[in-house]
């Protein structure tokens, strides 16, 4: 799981080491650093214990975490010939929250380990949400003021949650809390991405830009989609630097049951919804 995000940061890393040896008047390399300021909706998938019927619990209003949030973002895009380009993007949410009483028990499974929350408890929450892309690029359509881009790829979601909390009791009329273990999981889940992208030089300084990525796919023990949308303006500075805002939305859904040996599997259930502005300075060189 974690390898899979160490991977495409060496990945990265090998990108930057060639642009290094491109010539800056060639200006074929843009870094982008920003943030992503998110109203976020998500929920996980989860049973009502002793039933075995599956529920939702809802991060938000359910276990008390953040329905705004403030978050970095990293975005490359090398275009190594006319119409060839590889982009990474990658942003990153980490939340947590403090249910002082849960409202209604629920039970979640990971591998061996089993978190069951019994109503009146008290649940600390942390959840910390990567999303990663890599994608090839083709110039379809190229003018001085008008450039399409078809993008194929893969977003890589990557979910680390830990769980701790305490519950209540009455013993011989007196009340006492017991703590429970912390439960902590990590999964990681590639989805496959199609997706087209519009810049338009309004002027000579001002662009205005888009895109539309995303991808659906129900296959054995996964199924799952992604929507990636993005409108921004980039204003220059100078020949190097820019500045840009737009608006992001991303919407996503994950189901994947995997083996983690031949006795155990895990679960990974998570919709989520996170939308926003974004701001961002931008380098090319």
Do not use: C
Request: charged fraction near 20%; avoid cysteine; hydrophobic fraction near 40%.
């Amino acid at each position: 799981m974690k390898r899979s995000a160490a991977k495409l940061l060496a990945l990265v890393g090998v990108v930057l080491l060639a642009a290094a040896e491109v010539r800056a008047d060639d200006s074929n390399v843009t870094i982008r650093l920003g943030g992503f300021f998110s109203q976020v909706d998500s929920s996980i998938g989860a049973e009502a214990p002793g039933m075995g019927l599956q529920k939702r619990v809802d991060l938000e209003s359910d276990l008390s975490l953040e329905t705004s949030y403030n978050t970095p973002m990293f975005e490359l895009h090398y275009q190594w010939s006319e119409n060839h380009s590889l982009i990474f993007n990658w942003v990153q949410l980490r939340r947590s929250g403090l249910k002082q009483a849960i409202t209604e028990p629920f039970e979640l499974e990971f591998g061996d380990e089993k978190l069951s929350v019994q109503a009146g408890a008290e649940l600390l929450t942390s959840i910390k949400l990567d999303l990663f892309q890599l994608a090839y690029g083709y110039d379809f359509y190229r003018t001085p003021e008008f450039i399409g881009t078809v993008t194929v790829g893969v977003h890589i979601f990557y979910e680390q949650a830990e769980f701790s909390g305490r519950i209540g009791a009455a013993n011989e009329g007196h009340w006492s809390t017991l703590d429970f273990d912390t439960v902590s999981a990590e999964f990681a889940a590639p989805m496959p991405d199609l997706g087209v992208q519009l810049r338009w030089n309004l002027t000579p300084g001002l662009q205005l830009g888009g895109r539309l990525q995303g991808f659906a796919l129900e296959y054995d023990r996964f199924k799952g989609h992604i929507l990636d949308l993005r409108f921004e303006m980039v204003q220059s500075i100078n020949d190097r630097f820019a500045l840009g805002v737009g608006y992001q939305f991303y919407n996503m859904e994950v189901d994947y049951r995997y083996d983690l040996t031949s006795q155990r599997s895990a679960v990974l259930d998570f919709d989520g919804q996170f939308q926003g502005p974004v701001m961002f300075l931008q380098y090319q060189f």
